[in-house]
């Protein structure tokens, strides 16, 4: 069963960057579109990014088009999310999960194998 690691988070400044990283235990990405998302407090689980398993077809919400990109490694083990610009409002849990038959809707329940997410805080 596909089992996805997320790591990177921690505390930024606003105006700062991180990069977040999103591994399967045991297998290579190359099968799956992979997503990320966040969820903040009290706030519903929101689609930030998606990218296809070659690698070449990519989307992003609204709120983090232009700051986010996502990219995948040549080795399809690893899929990226480097966070610019970062700002208070992007403080939340960031998850990695695998698309369904869908691909890539942004939709979280369109998505499985989630996983335990990274918390990413921004504050100054």
């Known amino acids: 069963q596909l089992q996805l690691v997320e790591s990177g988070g921690g505390l930024a400044q606003p105006g700062g960057s991180l990069r977040l990283s999103c591994a399967a235990s045991g297998f290579t990405l190359d099968y799956f579109d992979i997503g990320w998302f966040r969820q903040a407090p009290g706030k519903e689980r929101e689609g930030l990014s998606c990218i296809s398993r070659s690698g070449g077809v990519t989307n992003y919400a609204d709120s983090v088009k232009g700051r986010f990109t996502i990219s995948r490694d040549s080795a399809k083990i690893t899929v990226y999310l480097q966070m610019n610009s970062l700002k208070p409002e992007d403080t939340a849990v960031y998850y990695c999960?695998?698309?369904?038959?869908?691909?890539?809707?942004?939709?979280?329940?369109?998505?499985?194998?989630w996983g335990q997410g990274t918390q990413v805080t921004v504050s100054s």
């Open positions: 999960a695998a698309a369904g038959w869908r691909g890539c809707t942004l939709q979280w329940a369109d998505f499985n194998s």
